[in-house]
């Protein structure tokens, strides 16, 4: 993966009135992978947005895509980005090619091969030659994506894109995120509320909550470093965890253990050799929502798909 970022915040912050809506915000996102976005109601996940896409002016900081910054070089810089709004516009008694049609003839480098391209990639080749007014609201989410792309930019933005889709449109919408990110090396910035969707969504996740970045994660690492185990005698082998400096956490018959994976089968070896008992020991991923339960003290993520 490249090392350098395709987007940067730096410092952003922006004050309207007396309140602060977004706070010293800064965070780098890179090419073909996908960051999260994740945060409650309120907490500025489209300010921060709108002032990404240049429809808002940061009170101090700077947002910067491929090296050029928004507020001095918005031209160059607005032109890598392809922006998902909530409810992409469209022609609806036009079929979705010819919408497509439409906004590429807005933009002289975009080819009939590349609008039969996109199409592929979003999965339309078969309902695309029909009116937008026939499409669920799935399809015309990926209307909207294939829409984005057209001008291959680095970097997509999606803001909350799954608002109203049924869990099975919410998975294949993620499915053709993921292909795009691989395929094309784009870098996505998905925002969402949801965090159970977020988790599955993406590489990366930001948390937001009143207007301040509060972490950064990556979702794989999370992933590999937790470990459960389920043993016997509990005593003796938190009194043997603890003698290696691994620290647990109790959980059900066993406890929670952070190693590499390197670590576990010289770990289980050594249990062997004391005669403990081990049952099973899996990866274990801490729920996102126990992490920003523990990270804000208590703040509010909200679970359901209700706005
Ligand atoms: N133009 C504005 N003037 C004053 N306050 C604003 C303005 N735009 C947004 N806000 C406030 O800024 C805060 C952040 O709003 P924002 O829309 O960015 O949140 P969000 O994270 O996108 O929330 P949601 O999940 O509801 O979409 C809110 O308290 C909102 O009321
Ligand atoms: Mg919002």
């Known amino acids: 993966m490249e090392k350098k ?38 907490a500025g996940k489209t300010t921060t947005i709108r002032m990404m896409t240049g429809l808002m002016k940061p009170t101090s900081g700077e947002v910067f895509v491929d090296g050029q910054a928004i507020s001095t070089h918005f031209e160059e810089a607005i032109s890598k980005v392809g922006v998902i709004v909530e409810n992409p516009e469209m022609y609806k008694f036009m079929s979705g090619y010819k919408n497509l049609l439409h906004f590429a003839r807005m933009n002289k480098d975009v080819t009939k091969a590349r609008i039969d391209e996109v199409i592929a990639q979003v999965g339309m080749q078969n309902r695309i030659h029909e009116k937008v007014c026939t499409y669920s609201l799935g399809m015309r989410q990926r209307l909207g994506l294939a829409q984005a792309l057209l001008n291959r930019p680095k970097f997509l933005i999606l803001d909350e894109p799954t608002n109203g889709l049924d869990p099975a449109g919410i998975r294949e919408f993620r499915m053709y995120l993921r292909k795009i990110a691989e395929e094309e090396g784009v870098s996505i910035f998905v925002s969402s509320h949801l965090l159970a969707e977020i988790e599955l969504m993406c590489d990366r996740i930001a948390v937001i909550q009143n207007g301040k970045l509060i972490s950064i994660r990556e979702v794989k690492e999370e992933e590999e470093s937790h470990y459960y185990m389920e043993v016997s ?25 952070q190693l590499s994976s390197e670590d576990v089968p010289v770990l289980v070896g050594e249990m062997v050799a004391n005669n403990l008992q081990l049952f099973q020991i899996n990866p274990h991923r801490k729920s996102l929502e126990d992490q920003f339960l523990e990270l804000t003290g208590g703040g509010q993520i909200a679970e359901s798909h209700k706005k």
Not at 14 to 41: C, E, R
């Open 5 to 42: 970022p395709i987007v940067k915040l730096q410092n952003l912050t922006k004050v309207i009135g007396k309140k602060k809506l977004i706070d010293d915000l800064s965070l780098d996102l890179y090419a073909g992978q996908i960051t999260g976005f994740l945060g409650p109601n309120g």
């Open 233 to 257: 005698p509990k005593e003796k082998v938190e009194a043997f965890l603890s003698s290696k400096n691994i620290s647990t956490e109790v959980l059900g018959n066993g406890f929670v253990v």
